[in-house]
């Protein structure tokens, strides 16, 4: 099992970026497909049209958000952590994600840059 980390600063502020994340019309407008989320402990969300879905384990608004992530077909769930900070008019976000299948990782690395966290940036700093 491999273990992700990248960071991303993010012109937009930390109310916007938090909405971004858990906001399902917010995700419609820089994800791939239909999305199902709320910002509420123990939500199952599912993501383009449920290729990726989970559950919601920790919500700290504006903070910090850990999900359980499946994608394909997976023996456990993998866990993915947002962190995020106000830096001035930034947000800075830290994401990490532990339990990744080792044949999926490289997928997956460039799956958080070209699908989810730029198109999310991009959005926000339009």
Request: hydrophobic content about 35%.
């Amino acid at each position: 099992m491999k273990v992700l980390h990248q960071t991303y600063e993010i012109n937009a502020s930390i109310d916007k970026v938090w909405d971004a994340l858990v906001n399902p019309k917010q995700i419609d407008k820089w994800g791939g497909g239909k999305a199902k989320m709320s910002e509420e402990i123990g939500f199952e969300f599912e993501l383009w049209d449920g290729e990726i879905h989970g559950k919601n384990i920790k919500v700290v608004k504006n903070e910090k958000l850990v999900q359980e992530w499946y994608s394909g077909i997976w023996d456990k769930p993998s866990i993915v952590t947002f962190l995020l900070k106000q830096v001035g008019d930034k947000t800075i976000v830290d994401l990490k994600q532990i339990d990744i299948p080792d044949t999926e990782a490289r997928d997956i690395e460039d799956g958080w840059q070209d699908y989810y966290m730029e198109p999310l940036k991009k959005l926000l700093e339009s």
